[in-house]
């Protein structure tokens, strides 16, 4: 691993390589990238309703009835190419870049975080980190 020395300490570098297919990081100086997976994400969207009735009369006699329904949505992402090749029901393949662009940036923030938790297994605030762009 190598890297500058910040605060006495040597700190190696994290690279970031987003690509239109796939998303390689590593550490600056490594022969090869720690992680390379697909810049795709599946993603599940569950909808939950939830229907109120309010009775709008005077004296509790039915007469009329308003039905309240609010329609709720979460979403289940799954960035890992085993849970991507994996068949699910209703899941839908998307990618988080367009053109060698990052077109969605919320998933972009959870795809760091799964890069630097599950493949680096490193703090980001304690790395000078270097993104590498597309050749226009």
């Not at 697909?38 to 309703?49: A, K, L, N, Q």
């Not at 309010?54 to 006699?61: C, E, K, L, P, V």
């Not at 209703?90 to 795809?111: A, H, T």
Request: hydrophobic share 30%; net charge negative; aromatic share 10%.
């Amino acid at each position: 691993m190598s890297g500058g020395i910040i605060g006495g300490d040597e700190v190696g570098a994290l690279v970031l390589d987003v690509g239109s297919y796939t998303t390689r990081a590593g550490y600056a100086g490594e022969d090869m990238p720690k992680a390379d997976f697909p810049s795709y994400y599946g993603v599940i969207e569950e909808y939950t309703d939830k229907t109120e009735s309010m009775d709008t009369s005077a004296n509790g006699i039915s007469n009329g009835e308003i039905i309240k329904a609010e329609s709720k949505s979460e979403k289940k992402y799954f960035l890992d190419s085993m849970s991507i090749r994996t068949p699910k029901p209703n899941m839908n393949v998307q990618s988080f870049v367009k053109d060698g662009l990052i077109d969605d940036w919320d998933i972009f923030e959870k795809v760091l975080d799964y890069t630097f938790g599950k493949h680096l297994h490193c703090d980001p605030s304690n790395h000078p980190i270097l993104f590498t762009e597309p050749v226009v």
